[in-house]
């Protein structure tokens, strides 16, 4: 056990997207029409539409209306979570993952009315859409053209919520990540409450995922199939686009640096296949690749990213989350503030490890013990390690409470935070 094992609860019940949906939207400059239109609420009046004409047969469906997950994929979301915005030079399609009931998802007639209701909405704006859109593998799609000419398609992928669906595989199945977002935020809260996910069960999940792709990658590039039998890499844009996922992977994994690098490629490598496979070989296939020896490192990269993620979910704009006091990767990095609902019981925490208490205390990650420290804007903080934020976390404070009325005890939810915060002194004592 580390006190990095300890920053997520032991389950996850609730999600909190790190984006906005006011940040993905059709700009009229791009596109035309009178004015921008934003993509959550078209994409969500095209699905429950849908819906609607499914729950004539099923009246149980009327109450997935509005409810049921869609997420932005793929570089669409991706481009929001770099840069704040789509970059529609970086995009080339607009990817959605739609979760519906499971006894309407895998319905082909049900994608049909998806795009026939996005063609109407489409038009319905002013926008200039293609006849007989076709994506690259020669299959009907909805597809948008920009005044440059430039051509967007909408690809849906629809998935069923079956009975823990949330545990299983990532991109065919619909599992869950905290990397993703989803519109309603808490839509995906019932699931991960009903399914339990364990927090060690996503971990390896998160790993299980990250070398599927790292293994599609060496396809596309090297030819290299060993999850994909039989099929044939696409030509062209594909084999650059191989970029693209390693800054995916380098993402994940929290190596910034490497992640712009791959970007800049992305973005200006003009070398032929040779060079291109040559390049990656030299550059990154060795980084990122998930060698069993080297497992352990992985395991470090993905634990510190979903950290700051965590943080940057729970302290949205805050500018001090992410901020390292050094230069190296494994330097103290400052994340979110302690909840005001659990000062009390952090200042009672720190008076058990003997420090006084300060203006404000933080989480911060590659921290060993409480310390002193100051921050970018100038002022001064407590920093506690990170892996303490299990006990301030309302989830799992009420998860507590829950499981104490179960055994016929009762108490308040301040009781709960001192005996919490009491808990993980005698642990962090044992532990260290």
Known sequence: MTLQNLRIPPFLSAHHNTLHEESFFLPKDRFGGTEDVALVPLIRNVVDQALRDYARADL???SCLGQTPISPYGSMGLSVSRWGSIDWDFIRDLDWRIFLPPQISHNTGFKTDLQQNLSAALRSWGLHTLLFGKDEWDRPQEQLRERNGNVHGFHFFLLAMEPGFVKRDL?????YSPHFTYFPEDSMNP???MAVMDWPDWLERQRENYAELFNRVGFHLYGEDRGESGRHKVAGWYLRKALKWYADLARVRGLWDL?????????HFQGTERELQYLARRRYYVRLEPVPSRMSELDRDLIRTASLLYAQARAPNDPLVGQRKGGETLAPTVLEPVPNEFIVPACELLRLKGLSFSNEVRFADNLPRPSRIRLGDG???VAIPSGWS???NTAYVGYVMRKAVEGGQAFSRNDAHQALARALA?????IS
């Not at 005698?426 to 044992?430: A, E, I, S, T, W």
């Open 191 to 193: 699931h991960l409450e």
């Open 379 to 381: 002022s001064e903080a």
């Open 259 to 267: 992640e712009q690098d791959l970007l800049y490629q992305y973005e």
């Open 171 to 175: 991109h065919q199945e619909g599992g």
């Open 60 to 62: 149980d469906i009327l």
């Open 390 to 392: 299990m006990v301030f």
């Open 426 to 430: 005698v642990l962090l004592d044992q």
